[in-house]
C-alpha cells in the first residue's frame, strides 16, 4: 500500500482531510496531512509561496518520509509541484486533485479566471492582514455545490482567511517542468466543480492538467469540496491514481 | 421543499415535464410546467420570444407563485434569463440545464453551431408557417440518443413546429447579466448530449454555463432528453441543482 | 440485435476486442475482429494506410457481412472512414471509439499532439522497420490508468511496434466527408482517458467528434484501454451506440 502526504489548498488546513484520511486508512495506506505555513486558526498570515512549500518539505523531512505519494489540492497543486523541484528523490507519484499547475512564471491568481483576478486583491484591501475570506456565495455554490445547506455552512465555518501573498506571486517553475518527466503523475477531477470554470480552454482544470504531459486522468463526481460530501469516493480514486 | 417553475425548450410544450414533475412532487416538491405561446398542438405559431417569457410571466402571477426555483432547459434558457429581468423577486433560484445563455445582444441561434445557424432558416422556408421541424435523423442521435428507437418515435411524435421568430430574435439581456449576480444560479449538465457540440469552446453547453460567472454545476449521465429516458434521475439532480 | 465489426487502434490486433466480443455476443450480438495489415505478431510491418483499410474491407467481403456496425477504436476510427468510402451501402452505422477522425488532408499523427508528433518518429528512427514502441510509462498513465500494475505489464506484452507509415500519411478524406451524413454515427467517450489530451479544444477526442457533424454521444467511465479494464461495461455502451 502506499504512503500518502496530501497538501490542502486555500482556506483549509490539514484537518480538512481526516475524513479522507481515516478510508486511505481503512483501504491500507498510510495518510499524513499537514497544515501550511499561514494556514489553520491563530497563526500570522504573513507568509510567502516558499514558506508554504518549506512546511510541506520539512514535515516529510522530519517524519522522514520517502516512496510518497504526494497530493496537492487547488492551490496546493502549485506548492507539491515546488516540493517536487526540492525532493524528488522522496516522491513517487504527484496527484493533482483539482489543482493549479501554473504556467512557469505566473502566480496562481493568474491562472484562475479575470474575474478573481480582480475580486482578490479588492477582498485583501478590505482586510487588516492582505488575506481574502471567500465569500459565501461563491464557497457554497462554485466550491461546494453538492452539499447540503447546512454542510455548506458547517464547512465553511472551518475556513480560514488566505493570505493574498503566495496567490500572487510569480512562481519559477523551471525546475519543476525540468524534472517533471522523471516523476509519474496523476490528475484526479471532479466533474461538478466549478470554483474554476469549467471545460475552459485557459483557465479550466483540464488547462492545468495537459500541462503535465503525459499523465493518468482519474474522474469521479462531486464539487471541489468532495473530501467533506464524499471522502470515502475521494479516497478510494485517490487509491487509484496513486497506485504505481 | 422547493417549488419549481419548469420551462420547456424548442419543439416541446410543458406536458414533456409530466413525469419529471411527478418524480419532484415524489421527492416532496411542487411542479408547474407552463406551455409558451406558440407552442403546444394546434395553437398559432406566429410569437416572438417577448411572448415565450409572457407566457411564463403571466402564469408565474395569476398562480401567485413566489420563490420559485425557475428551470429553463435549451432554448427555454433564454426564457427564464429574460423572465429573471421581469420578475427577480419572485426567483428563487435560476437553473439552466442544457440551455443557452445568450450573449447580450444576440439570438438563440446566433449561440447555436454554423450547421444550425445555415438549417433552420431553410427549413423554416419550406414551410408555411414559419416554422422549423426537426429532422427526425437529429432527434434521434443528437438529442435523445439514450432511448431505445420506439422511444424515440414516439417521443418525436410529441414534437410540434418551433417558431423561427424567437430563435433568430436578437436578445436585450443588458439587464439580466446586471441583476443576474444577485440570484443564485446552477447549471446542470448531462454528459451524453450532442445536441450542441460538445465540448465546444464557443458553441458548447459549458461555454454558455460559464456565462452564469458563479454558479453552481449539477452533472448528470443523459442525453438532452432526459426528461424522457430518465426523468427520475433528472428530477433528483434539478433536487440538488435547486436546493438553497 | 447487430453485427458487430470491431477494428482495433495502434499496436494491437483483433485479439484485443476478445473480452468486448465475449460481451457483446452474450447481449445477442454478433461480432467479428479482424486484424488489420501490419499488426499481430510476426507479420510484415511494411504498410501503407490503404493495406489497413483493405484488410477491414478484405475481411467483410470475404464474410459476406452486410448491415454492419462498424466500430473504430484510436487510430481504427481513420481506417473505418476509409471503409466508409469504399463499402458504405454495407454499413448500418459507424462508431467511432475515443478515436482519430482526422481533418481532410492530415494524417493521424498530425492530428494528436505536438509531443507526439515530435517523438513518434524519434522512436521509428531508433526501430529497424520504421515502427513505433509505444514507451510502456506512456501506456500505463496515459493509456491503461484505470488497470493495476499488473494488468497494465500484461495487456503491455500483447502489444505489438506499430509502422510509423500509415500514421503519418496524410489522408483524403474527401469522399468520407461528402457521403458521412448519409450514414448514421456515434461517438463513444472514455471519461478517464488521457491518451489524447482531455479537453483540448484541439487535439482532444471532443474535437475529433464534433467533425461527425450530427452524431450520439455515448459516455462511460474508463481508460483509452476500457475494452481491457472494463469490457463488460464497454460492450454494453457498444449495444447503446450501436443500436438503430
Same mark, same amino acid.
Given at each position: 500500500m502506499s504512503r500518502y502526504v496530501l497538501v490542502h489548498g486555500s482556506w #483549509?488546513? @490539514?484537518?480538512?482531510?481526516t475524513d479522507v484520511a481515516d478510508h486511505l486508512e481503512k483501504l491500507g495506506h498510510e495518510a499524513h496531512f499537514p497544515t501550511m505555513a499561514g #494556514? =489553520? *486558526? !491563530?497563526? /500570522?498570515? !504573513?507568509?510567502d509561496h516558499g514558506d508554504c512549500v518549506a512546511s510541506v518539505v520539512d514535515y516529510i523531512t522530519e517524519h522522514e518520509l520517502t516512496d510518497i505519494v504526494l497530493v496537492g489540492h487547488s492551490f496546493g497543486g502549485s506548492v507539491i509541484a515546488r516540493v517536487a523541484e526540492r525532493?524528488?528523490? *522522496? $516522491?513517487r507519484r504527484l496527484v493533482f486533485w483539482n489543482a493549479f499547475i501554473p504556467v !512557469? @512564471?505566473?502566480s496562481v491568481l493568474d491562472n484562475a479566471p479575470p474575474a478573481y483576478q480582480e475580486l482578490f486583491p479588492i477582498l485583501a484591501a478590505q482586510s487588516d492582514d492582505n488575506t481574502v475570506m471567500l465569500p459565501f456565495e461563491v464557497w457554497r455554490d462554485?466550491? $461546494? =455545490?453538492?452539499?447540503d445547506l447546512d454542510r455548506a455552512r458547517e464547512t465553511y465555518d472551518m475556513l480560514v482567511p488566505e493570505p493574498l501573498g503566495p496567490t500572487v506571486e510569480k512562481l519559477d517553475l523551471s525546475e519543476f517542468y525540468r524534472i517533471m518527466p522523471t516523476i509519474p503523475r496523476s490528475y484526479v477531477l471532479c466533474h461538478d466543480d466549478s470554483a474554476l470554470p469549467p +471545460? !475552459? /480552454?485557459?483557465? +479550466?482544470y483540464l488547462a492545468n492538467a495537459r500541462r503535465l504531459g503525459v499523465f493518468r486522468l482519474v474522474t469521479l463526481e462531486g464539487s471541489h469540496e468532495v473530501l467533506f460530501t464524499n471522502p470515502a469516493l475521494l479516497a478510494s480514486k485517490l487509491g487509484l491514481a496513486g497506485r504505481d
Open positions: #483549509h488546513d @490539514g484537518a480538512a482531510w #494556514h =489553520g *486558526k !491563530d497563526v /500570522p498570515r !504573513d507568509v525532493i524528488p528523490e *522522496k $516522491i !512557469d @512564471g505566473t462554485a466550491f $461546494i =455545490g453538492d452539499a +471545460g !475552459d /480552454p485557459q483557465y +479550466g
